[in-house]
């Protein structure tokens, strides 16, 4: 079946960087998302990664895709407090008519 | 602009009342979801529909309804309301079937 893992709260000190973690189930899924939720609002398309694809880099945000261990992350140099939000990875299977699979949301703290 | 509208933006509601939640969007996408995001689950989804008078169930489909008369709106109906639907639903669409899904601000909705 499908099902997407993240850890849930990650704690940083502003200027170093982030990592958040996540696995998926479904070698199939054709893209893999990242998306940002601030507080009291909706989400938020950060970066996206097709599957045939390793990394993707985007001004302070890396994707790492490693298809073999079906482990996808996301880097975000020199975290700003403004980064603080809870961030989702998220899937498409192959041919599901485009529905995201989404991971419970990693709550990423920032402080100064 | 073209924006993603979710109304009310908060509801409280009692145990068998009929709710219906409005979602409008001015992008002329074809495709629109619905999730509901509860604490430890991320967001799943509960319908969704790829065009006018189309409509196909998600993961938690029971005891909630959509109908799609135009492009612009997904209304969902909570047929009878019952406290595990007490959640925060979000609206999305998006232009093709895989890519990026536009969120709507949300709806918070409590049932009592």
């Known amino acids: 079946g499908e099902d997407v893992e993240q850890s849930l709260f990650l704690s940083v000190r502003e200027g170093d960087s982030s990592v958040i973690n996540c696995t998926y189930t479904d070698s199939s899924s054709t893209y893999l998302y990242w998306y940002k939720q601030e507080p009291g609002a909706g989400l938020q398309l950060l970066t996206y990664i097709f599957s045939n694809m390793d990394m993707k880099q985007d001004q302070r945000l890396t994707v790492l895709l490693n298809k073999k261990d079906k482990h996808l992350s996301l880097r975000i140099a020199d975290t700003q407090t403004g980064d603080s939000a809870i961030y989702f990875c998220a899937e498409t299977p192959y041919n599901q008519g485009g529905k995201l699979i989404f991971g419970q949301g990693t709550e990423l703290s920032v402080k100064p | 602009d073209a924006e993603i509208t979710q109304s009310p933006r908060h509801k409280i509601t009692e145990t068998g009342r009929q709710v219906t939640l409005a979602c409008h969007q001015t992008?002329?996408?074809?495709?629109m979801f619905w999730y509901r995001q509860d604490l430890g689950h991320g967001l799943r989804l509960i319908h969704y529909?790829?065009?006018?008078?189309?409509?196909n169930k998600g993961e938690v489909s029971d005891g909630y309804s959509v109908s799609r008369s135009n492009t612009e709106d997904l209304p969902l109906t909570l047929e009878s309301a019952a406290s595990s639907q007490t959640s925060v639903y979000f609206c999305?669409?998006?232009?093709?079937?895989?890519?990026?899904?536009?969120f709507g601000p949300g709806t918070r909705l409590t049932v009592l």
């Open positions: 992008w002329n996408h074809n495709n």
């Open positions: 529909s790829y065009g006018v008078q189309d409509t």
């Open positions: 999305a669409s998006s232009v093709g079937r895989e890519g990026e899904q536009f």
